[in-house]
């Protein structure tokens, strides 16, 4: 896994081994999407939820996001994600252009709302593959509910994009609270919904 343009391009980045609630964006996907994105990268507070290596925030940083925002349940993953960061030349302390959370998703967007944090882009990935396998009914609630919560708390910036990756068996509802579906692409079985504010 690498990343694919901008500062960092080139750079080799670590993947957990062993590890199954982890499955990283490809870089078919991933350059797809930056690709949409283009110059509202730059300058964006960029958050990646359920961030697994790191690989969409790292990229965002590479492009010329101002700051990214890794939120990952697993202890395992922020471990990861400080070695990528490491391998891109970018450390902790004062000016750091990013921050490492370690909480469920609930309570990470419930704690970042109370800490009136807002994203230009927020990139949600969850492990869907193991939802799907083990109990679909779950990996269906899990994006839902997390949804439901995002348009709830307002995190996403008036004019903002939340991209959602997903396999072609989750159905995703067009609008959610004040989210609203404007643009749906497809990469083999995994998709990607891109969801605004409907103000």
Not at 5 to 26: H, I, M, Q, Y
Not at 176 to 182: A, K
Not at 186 to 194: A, K, P
């Amino acid at each position: 896994m690498r990343v694919i343009a901008g500062t960092f391009r080139g750079r080799r980045l670590a993947v957990p081994k062993g590890n199954r609630l982890v499955r990283p964006t490809t870089d078919r996907v991933k350059e797809s999407v930056f690709s949409i994105l283009r110059e509202q990268v730059v300058d964006a507070d960029f958050l990646d939820l359920c961030a697994g290596t790191g690989s969409m925030g790292i990229e965002a940083l590479s492009r010329g996001a101002k700051h990214v925002t890794f939120l990952d349940r697993d202890r395992r993953c922020i471990a990861i994600i400080e070695r990528n960061l490491g391998v891109c030349g970018l450390t902790t302390g004062s000016g750091a252009r990013y921050n490492l959370l370690c909480r469920d998703i609930l309570k990470g967007i419930a704690y970042l709302h109370k800490r009136a944090a807002v994203y230009e882009i927020i990139y949600f990935d969850p492990p869907y593959s193991v939802g799907l396998r083990d109990n679909s009914q779950n990996c269906i609630e899990l994006y839902t509910m997390s949804l439901a919560l995002l348009a709830e708390t307002m995190l996403l910036e008036a004019s903002g994009t939340l991209l959602v990756e997903h396999a072609k068996q989750v159905v995703l509802p067009d609008t959610v609270g004040s989210l609203i579906r404007n643009r749906q692409t497809r990469y083999g079985d995994t998709l990607v919904s891109f969801y605004q504010m409907n103000l």
